[in-house]
């Protein structure tokens, strides 16, 4: 059973950084689709980013382009997600998901696909 758990969230002011971790155990050698989703107040979870451990591709979202990293740490298990010059806009609630399967630019998994989640770690950004 593949367990996933998010830590880094914090408070920032705008034009700030951070970068969330997301410690895997449970993986049993096999490669999975990973991916960053978020879910702010009174909106709907959106995927900001994804990579597959096995594989050099990666998606972002257009609001993150440029400002947020993916990536990934195999020795240690874990994904990371390091995001710059942050906004108010990007202040949510961030959870790590994996999809035991492989994606790539031609079929990046749509959020129903990720069948394991994070308890998630909160964002907040002050203007």
């Known amino acids: 059973q593949v367990q996933l758990v998010e830590s880094g969230g914090g408070s920032v002011q705008a034009g700030g950084s951070l970068r969330l971790s997301c410690a895997a155990s449970?993986?049993?050698?096999?490669?999975?689709?990973m991916a960053w989703f978020r879910q702010g107040p009174g909106k709907e979870r959106e995927g900001v980013a994804i990579?597959?451990?096995?594989?050099?591709?990666?998606y972002y979202a257009d609001s993150v382009k440029g400002r947020f990293t993916i990536s990934q740490d195999d020795d240690k298990n874990t994904l990371y997600l390091q995001m710059n010059s942050l906004e108010p806009e990007d202040t949510a609630m961030y959870y790590c998901?994996?999809?035991?399967?492989?994606?790539?630019?031609?079929?990046?998994?749509?959020?129903?696909?990720?069948?394991?989640w994070g308890q998630g770690t909160q964002v907040t950004v002050s203007s």
């Open positions: 449970g993986y049993t050698g096999r490669r999975y689709c």
């Open positions: 990579l597959y451990t096995g594989g050099i591709n990666t």
């Open positions: 998901a994996a999809a035991p399967r492989f994606c790539g630019p031609a079929n990046w998994p749509t959020r129903a696909e990720f069948g394991y």
